[in-house]
């Protein structure tokens, strides 16, 4: 059995054809058109085609073609509600792609889809649960409790980036303030770095840098490495936000597996141990003989796309 995932962002479109454990088998990525949303579903259809024809699957044997979007999505209806990026306010993009390739449409959020992903073929494969929380742009989450997505009544649900993780701190983009991802995103740690550069003049930062706008978000886990003060302090900061942030969250959900994948994630162990350290300290279940694995995402950008292929499997 195969399956077609597409997965839509703002620069791209990537497609790939998959097996029913989640390899992929040929993936393909085209620009996304800038014209409107027949070009983009024209974009999506020959990126499908393409990533069919490298996997050596004819079209005929593919069972459904699922999309990981960005947006507001309504799943049922196929709908896009509104994407800012692409100016799409209720584009019909299920309808679309079933014109274009005669096939039953799956549309969901992508970071549900990329959550998706991981518990199918990642780190949280063979788990009864899985949280994920994906630190980038924003904070972007999902969960598969017991086999099943969760997505809330009105797929509106596990907007993990918009807990308030500091009753009246940092202002959210979403209007709210102390949001977690308002501290915990690789944008609110580049953010942050940049405000404690401007603190300290003489920091090694700045060397690593350049300048302000030269910080990503490799820069102060680099200079805290290299024994930086102001880059250990916001360090600390961050770690602190996101071991209270992934505490509560185990705390609610209690999942057989913690999934954190992103920009920061890629320190690894640097990242992963002291986060562990405060899940161990602040987790009710911490005698429990059986506590959430806290691991790191597994699949990269590959996770939505493997998602939104297996999303008939998960619903
Ligand atoms: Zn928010």
């Given at each position: 059995?195969?399956?077609?995932?597409?997965?839509?962002?703002?620069?791209?479109?990537?497609?790939?054809?998959?097996?029913?454990?989640?390899?992929?088998?040929g993936?393909?990525?085209?620009?996304?058109?800038?014209?409107?949303a027949e070009a983009?579903a024209d974009?999506?259809?020959a990126?499908?085609?393409?990533?069919?024809?490298?996997?050596?699957?004819?079209?005929?044997?593919?069972?459904?073609?699922?999309?990981?979007?960005?947006?507001?999505?309504?799943?049922?209806?196929?709908?896009?509600?509104?994407?800012?990026?692409?100016n799409?306010?209720?584009?019909?993009?299920?309808?679309?792609?079933?014109?274009?390739?005669?096939?039953?449409?799956?549309?969901?959020?992508?970071?549900?889809?990329?959550?998706?992903?991981?518990?199918?073929?990642?780190?949280?494969?063979?788990?009864?649960?899985?949280v994920?929380?994906?630190?980038?742009?924003?904070?972007?989450?999902?969960?598969?409790?017991?086999?099943k997505?969760?997505?809330g009544?009105?797929?509106?649900?596990?907007e993990?980036?918009?807990?308030?993780?500091?009753?009246?701190?940092?202002?959210?983009?979403?209007?709210?303030?102390?949001?977690?991802e308002?501290?915990?995103?690789?944008?609110?740690?580049?953010?942050?770095?940049r405000?404690?550069?401007?603190?300290?003049?003489?920091?090694?930062?700045?060397?690593?840098?350049?300048?302000?706008?030269?910080v990503?978000?490799?820069?102060?886990?680099?200079?805290a490495?290299?024994?930086d003060?102001?880059?250990?302090?916001?360090?600390?900061?961050?770690?602190?936000?996101?071991?209270?942030?992934?505490?509560?969250?185990?705390?609610?959900?209690?999942?057989?597996?913690?999934?954190i994948?992103?920009?920061?994630?890629?320190?690894?162990?640097?990242?992963?141990a002291?986060?562990?350290?405060?899940?161990?300290?602040?987790d009710?279940?911490?005698?429990s003989?059986?506590?959430?694995?806290?691991?790191?995402a597994?699949?990269?950008?590959?996770?939505g796309?493997i998602?939104?292929?297996?999303l008939?499997?998960?619903?």
């Amino acid at each position: 059995m195969h399956y077609l995932g597409i997965d839509l962002g703002g620069t791209n479109v990537a497609a790939a054809v998959v097996d029913r454990e989640g390899t992929i088998l040929g993936k393909v990525s085209l620009p996304t058109p800038r014209t409107g949303a027949e070009a983009v579903a024209d974009q999506m259809a020959a990126a499908a085609r393409a990533a069919a024809e490298k996997a050596g699957v004819p079209l005929e044997q593919v069972e459904s073609v699922g999309i990981g979007s960005p947006g507001t999505i309504e799943p049922e209806q196929g709908l896009i509600r509104f994407w800012s990026n692409l100016n799409f306010v209720d584009v019909p993009l299920g309808g679309l792609m079933e014109a274009r390739l005669h096939k039953k449409i799956y549309l969901e959020n992508d970071a549900n889809a990329a959550a998706l992903g991981e518990y199918a073929a990642g780190a949280g494969k063979g788990s009864q649960s899985m949280v994920a929380i994906t630190l980038g742009t924003g904070v972007g989450g999902g969960a598969v409790l017991n086999g099943k997505l969760y997505t809330g009544f009105n797929y509106a649900g596990m907007e993990v980036g918009h807990f308030v993780i500091e009753y009246g701190g940092r202002l959210c983009t979403c209007g709210r303030k102390g949001c977690f991802e308002a501290y915990c995103s690789a944008t609110a740690l580049i953010k942050r770095t940049r405000e404690v550069m401007e603190e300290h003049p003489d920091s090694l930062l700045w060397q690593l840098a350049g300048s302000l706008e030269g910080v990503d978000g490799r820069t102060p886990f680099d200079a805290a490495a290299q024994g930086d003060a102001a880059a250990g302090k916001v360090i600390d900061e961050y770690v602190n936000y996101l071991g209270c942030g992934v505490a509560s969250l185990v705390n609610i959900f209690q999942p057989e597996v913690f999934c954190i994948g992103g920009g920061p994630s890629a320190q690894g162990e640097t990242l992963m141990a002291p986060v562990r350290y405060i899940l161990n300290r602040e987790d009710y279940a911490r005698n429990s003989v059986r506590r959430t694995r806290l691991v790191r995402a597994a699949l990269g950008n590959d996770a939505g796309i493997i998602g939104a292929a297996l999303l008939p499997l998960f619903r």
